[in-house]
């Protein structure tokens, strides 16, 4: 599911893809691709910035510490999203 937003730090507009096609909801995770900051979706849709206790949980967390990698390793949102999900252990 594709959503606009504006990124909180850097003000770019965002076309936010969620890789699982569900709409985005309240303190669900939004990468920057410009600026690669970590916001949260609020409950009006807009990103917010995290707190300082859910930042670190959130850098903590190996999920987003593999698309942060992917992010850095291509400018592309969805060649970044394929890296992360190569990274993701396989379930069957």
Known sequence: MWVRTTCCYCRKTLNFLN???EEPTAGGISICT???EISLFAEDGSLRRPTG???EELLANPDVHSALVALALTPDPLA???LWRMSQP???
């Open 53 to 55: 206790e859910e930042r």
């Open 90 to 92: 396989f379930e069957n």
């Open 80 to 82: 970044a999203i394929a």
């Open 19 to 21: 890789p699982d096609g």
């Open 34 to 36: 410009e600026c690669h």
